[in-house]
């Protein structure tokens, strides 16, 4: 029996394990996956080049992973971004400087007013109580109905769509445009979400985020491939049983993977209603992540940074991730929007062929490696980047999502009021839930 076993390795589980064996707690982690790191997850090219075909970033408002990057002296490095930007529309190629590609000046006024007004409704989202809904309108819409009301040029919307979509991690019909304007103050702007420099994709794991999860893990007693999928709670204690017949009693569990996956456990006896129904309520996004590997940065030499926005295809948006000497190339895409998604039908190595093309068009030559991953074919995650609501979600569900059910507790990223859907967040959930486990257990 220990004080606390945690269900997910991924860096919200591992890192409340930290914290919490700080504070003196007993810990287990128990992941289903034979690897720790969850949406983190790092391999090499036959030359041993990392490639991490889940999250790599982290920006300078990402305290929390920062000092711990620090403290165990972790590499980083940052994302290259000199040279010109690239827009490609089925007719144009320009080239730009800065986050706000160059378009006429009709759809530039109107994607500036547009992003003013996102903004100007943001700010009256409380990312700390998003339940509390000022404007019920804004929970009722979509982003999709929004947007189709607010853009006036075809461009800016495109634009805009190909920008969020791809930062949401979904298609704006699918999201409330409340959660979108959650997720603005979760980050706490705009421009912290979408920026390289000075934003979340300021600074790059060199080794692989791989390093990340190691230091983590350290020192914490885990075990792999044991998916629990059934969790007993009696009076004294709480009983974990898993898919491969492992079983582990605890004081208490802390839950620290997405809410959807919960609906995959049975819970004896079963949660209370809104808590099922939360699981059927937030679904994972669907992003396909590509990284296709050079023998050297060539866009370099010609003055591109690497960084294309691109308004069709299902390959949208590129950056160079290459090594900061440029030892090798490395081109980080994400493919999104209802190609990508079209793309979700065909086998993983015909997906592969598709990018690859995708890549040289783009980019002029064929890739020496490319690897491609969709996060919907991860049974035990569901897909990328995180967890989103609908129409109504947060009113709903929102205060269900944050609330512990002592002896339960729930970590994750999805859980945090910080910078849901990064790293940082799931950091901020674990911190959140040990404070509240660790104030409950001495009262
Ligand atoms: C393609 C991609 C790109 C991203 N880019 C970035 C980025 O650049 N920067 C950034 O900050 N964030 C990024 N993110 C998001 C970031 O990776 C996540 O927010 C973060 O890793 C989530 O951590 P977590 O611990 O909350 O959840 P997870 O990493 O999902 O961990 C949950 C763990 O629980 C396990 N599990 C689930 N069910 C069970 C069960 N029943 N029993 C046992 N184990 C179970 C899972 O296998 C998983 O390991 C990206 C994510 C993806 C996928």
Not at 309 to 331: C, K, N, V
Request: glycine share 10%; aromatic share 10%; proline share 6%.
């Amino acid at each position: 029996m220990v004080d606390v076993a945690i269900i997910g390795g991924g860096v919200s589980g591992l890192y409340a394990a930290h914290l919490l064996k700080q504070a003196g707690v007993s810990v287990e982690v128990i992941e289903g996956q034979q690897r720790l790191g969850g949406r983190l997850h790092t391999i090499y090219t036959p030359e041993g080049h990392p490639v991490d075909l889940g999250g790599q970033w982290i920006g300078p408002q990402h305290t929390r992973a920062l000092r711990w990057n620090q403290r165990h002296h972790i590499p980083l490095h940052r994302t290259h971004t000199a040279g010109a930007h690239l827009l490609l529309t089925p007719q144009q190629r320009k080239k730009y400087k800065g986050t706000i590609p160059r378009l006429s000046w009709l759809a530039l006024l109107d994607l500036g007013i547009g992003l003013m007004r996102l903004r100007k409704m943001a700010s009256r989202v409380d990312p700390a109580y998003p339940w509390h809904i000022s404007t019920a309108e804004w929970d009722e819409v979509s982003l999709a109905a929004w947007i189709r009301r607010t853009f006036y040029t075809r461009k800016a919307r495109e634009t805009f769509e190909v920008g969020l979509s791809t930062v949401l991690g979904c298609e704006p019909e699918e999201v409330s445009l409340w959660h979108t304007l959650f997720y603005l103050r979760s980050a706490g702007s705009l421009e912290a979400l979408i920026e390289t420099e000075g934003g979340a994709q300021e600074l790059k794991f060199s080794q692989g985020a791989i390093t990340f999860v190691h230091s983590l893990a350290q020192d914490i007693p885990y075990r792999l491939g044991e998916r629990v999928h059934r969790v007993e709670i009696e009076p004294t204690r709480v009983k974990l049983i898993c898919e491969g017949g492992y079983q582990l009693s605890a004081r208490a569990v802390f839950v620290a993977i997405p809410p959807a996956q919960t609906g995959t456990i049975q819970w004896t006896p079963p949660l209370p209603p809104l808590y099922q129904q939360l699981s059927q309520h937030m679904p994972m996004g669907s992003v396909t992540k590509i990284v296709a590997i050079y023998d050297t940065p060539f866009w370099r030499e010609k003055g591109l940074s690497g960084h294309i926005l691109r308004l069709h295809g299902a390959l949208r948006l590129t950056f160079d991730t290459s090594p900061s000497a440029g030892e090798y190339g490395q081109i980080t895409g994400f493919g999104v929007g209802k190609l990508a998604r079209s793309l979700l039908h065909v086998s993983s190595n015909e997906r592969t062929a598709y990018y690859e093309k995708e890549m040289e068009a783009l980019f002029g030559a064929k890739p020496k490696w490319l690897f491609q991953k969709t996060w919907a074919e991860e049974p035990s995650i569901g897909g990328c980047y995180t967890g989103y609501f609908g129409p109504g979600g947060w009113r709903y569900f929102g205060q269900v999502l944050r609330t512990h059910l002592p002896p339960l507790y729930w970590v994750g990223t999805e859980r945090s009021s910080t910078w849901m859907g990064y790293i940082e967040g799931a950091m901020a959930a674990a911190e959140e839930a040990v404070q509240s486990f660790l104030t409950t257990a001495h009262t």
